[in-house]
């Protein structure tokens, strides 16, 4: 949906789908293989952008994941697990600030964004001193508590050769679960390059770099070990214009930099998405 802007009445509706392979990236002890091990995901997202007035969008989406867990050594605490269902529902509003779409100028947008906690989250926390004496989950579908999101876009084009755009995002650490989880907050912006001077094949070549922040999350007040840091990623792809309302988006990306806090996992894959315009 980036990059987008509807007038009143208009209506975005879209689906996209991404492969994940997270491998682990630090280890705090050398020859530590507890860590070890893959996770594979399979994500589909859905997600609609509606015009209420010349200016204000309303923005929803509903991500469906897959998650398949192995490990090198397993055991009561690292093991085998797949999870998969929806996950928590989101819903926001779009402004406007400038929308010139033909010629060269400006696209700016501001946005402010709810995860609701709409999807099952954790029964109980993952990393008490007894947890691995019950049966648990160390991943959840929903985060159990509402997270707010506030989003920036400035997209350029010019007489060069590439549309460029910026892209932000802003999540702080807010609300707590009713078991005393508390996501960290998360911080970025992406830097996109879209090629308009030429194409390969059907396609117009799209170049991102996405840089990361992520502070610690914390449970029952206290600071979770694996969490927070510094990730940059980058990906190269095509955006392919299908019909004249019809238009989609094929990349592989893959870290370029990872400064993580302790045993973290990274990913390397693949994102197809469409997208249907009615104005």
Sequence with gaps: MEGIGLSKGGLLAGASYGYNRFSPVMNEVEGDTEHFGS??????????????????NLVASLPIIRWSQSVETEDTHHR????????????GVQYTVSNLTFGPGDRIFLGLGASLPTAPSYALNPFDANADSV???????GAGTMQVTFTGQWWRRSEFPWVMGLTSLFSPRWLTSDIGFQPGHKAGFDLHAIGQSYR??????YLRLRFRWEGADYWEGKKARNSGGFFLDGSAGFEVELFERLSGVVRLHTPLLVAANESQITSSGLEISFRYIKP
């Design 80 to 91: 085998r697990e797949t999870l998969e269902g929806f996950q928590d529902f989101k819903i």
């Design 200 to 205: 390969v094949w059907r396609g117009f070549p």
């Design 135 to 141: 049966d648990h989950r160390h991943f959840a579908l």
């Design 39 to 56: 996770v594979i995901t399979h994500q589909t997202n859905l997600f609609g952008l509606v015009g209420i007035t010349s200016r204000i």
